[in-house]
């Protein structure tokens, strides 16, 4: 009896998690409505960063902030130049969260590193 129930419980569960459309169960999805989200052109690295990081961007980037992983910051540039290098030595190893924002105020991306 108890293998009779868990089949029928199982069978309901998969027929339900593939009728859904989307992950977060709304039907539609950007490709079949024609909404596409642009992904941001930038990318981090080094990752793993040993002394620093460099930001190659083809977005107008005013701001490259540098925040632990319970979310305090502890550094920021400003007047981001194009494939510049900033310096992360000071920082102890670990993760963090490079946030990166447009002269809009506008968060562009935000990444996760890891400083070895």
């Known amino acids: ?25 709304v039907e539609g999805s950007s490709s079949s409505q024609g909404v596409l989200f642009e992904q ?9 960063a040993t002394n620093f990081i460099s930001v190659n961007n083809d977005e107008n980037v005013k701001t490259i902030t540098i925040f632990n992983l319970v979310g305090r910051k502890l550094k920021s540039f400003q007047n ?9 030595s000071d920082l102890p ?4 969260l490079v946030q990166v924002i447009n002269h809009s105020n506008k968060i ?3 990444q996760r590193i890891s400083k070895r």
Not at 80 to 88: E, F, L
């Open 93 to 96: 190893n670990g993760m963090y």
């Open 40 to 48: 941001p052109s930038i990318s981090i690295y080094p990752n793993p």
């Open 108 to 110: 562009i991306t935000t």
């Open 1 to 25: 009896m108890k293998k009779i129930l868990l089949a029928i419980l199982f069978s309901f569960t998969m027929f339900a998690a593939f009728s859904q459309d989307s992950p977060s169960g």
């Open 80 to 88: 981001v130049q194009k494939n510049a290098h900033y310096d992360v």
